[in-house]
Structure formats: C-alpha cells, structure tokens
C-alpha cells in the first residue's frame, strides 16, 4: 500500500497491530474480528489462486489451474494500493462468516495486539449504542 501512497500505508516493518480501547465495547458492537488459525489459513489463500470451482457456489469440485481462461494467475482480494480482502466470495473454504472471532469486551485504556499476517478486520454489523472507534 505504500508504494502506492494509499491510506494505511507503512514503510516500516510491523510484526504486531493493536488497538487501544476509547470507550468500553464488545462483541456484536463494532469490535475486531480475527481469523484464530494462522498456519492453515494463510496457505489457503496463498495457494486460493492455482484453484477454481467447476461448480457455481459449491465447495466442492474445485480443480487445479495455473490460470484463468485468459491465461492470468489472479490473487483473489488483492488489489493495488488497497488492502487485501478476504470475503466468503473469494475464499469460500475458509467459511469466514463462522470462523471468525471477536476480541472480547474492553474498558476505555485496554490494548489489543494481534499478528498483522492474521485475517481480521471489523464486525460487519454493530448492535451497541457508540461507534467502536470511539
């Protein structure tokens, strides 16, 4: 991302991410999800580009293919100057709407550190009274 002077660019090497807690918040309120299994699930989508379903919507009858019909190799979710995406279109196997978890609640001045080579990202739907971000 930085090479392309995006937003949340960082020419710095980062082993860990965090996020300190503003206001008291939990799940279902906004909050940090994480993927909990690091090793599987990065060789998944490390290797999601070499396979493509023969089935509409199934997960099951995908094959091996070095390329699509046009002869490219496409690194599904990655796009120049934007961070990668992992969603339930693109990486189906990793059945993203139950295996990812939230942080549990926090109080204002708590800190949460995680892997930045984890899958994670926020809680697509907020049912508490504040921004979780605040």
């Not at 937003?7 to 206001?23: E, I, K, N, T």
């Not at 070499?50 to 190799?73: A, C, I, M, Y």
């Amino acid at each position: 991302m930085n090479m392309y002077e995006a937003p949340g660019g960082c020419s710095v090497f980062r082993a860990f991410q965090s996020w300190l807690g503003l206001s008291r918040h939990g799940p279902q309120q906004g909050t940090l999800v994480v993927h909990p299994i690091l090793q599987p699930s990065t060789a998944y989508w490390m290797l999601r580009p070499f396979f493509k379903p023969t089935r509409k919507s199934s997960l099951d009858g995908w094959k091996f293919s070095l390329d699509d019909d046009e002869g490219n190799v496409y690194l599904h979710g990655a796009n120049p100057g934007t961070a990668q995406e992992h969603t339930p279109d693109h990486h189906p196997h990793l059945m993203l709407h139950k295996t990812m978890i939230p942080y549990p609640t926090v109080d204002p001045g708590d800190t949460v550190f995680w892997s930045a080579d984890t899958i994670h990202g926020t809680e697509g739907e907020n049912t508490g009274d504040t921004d979780a971000s605040t």
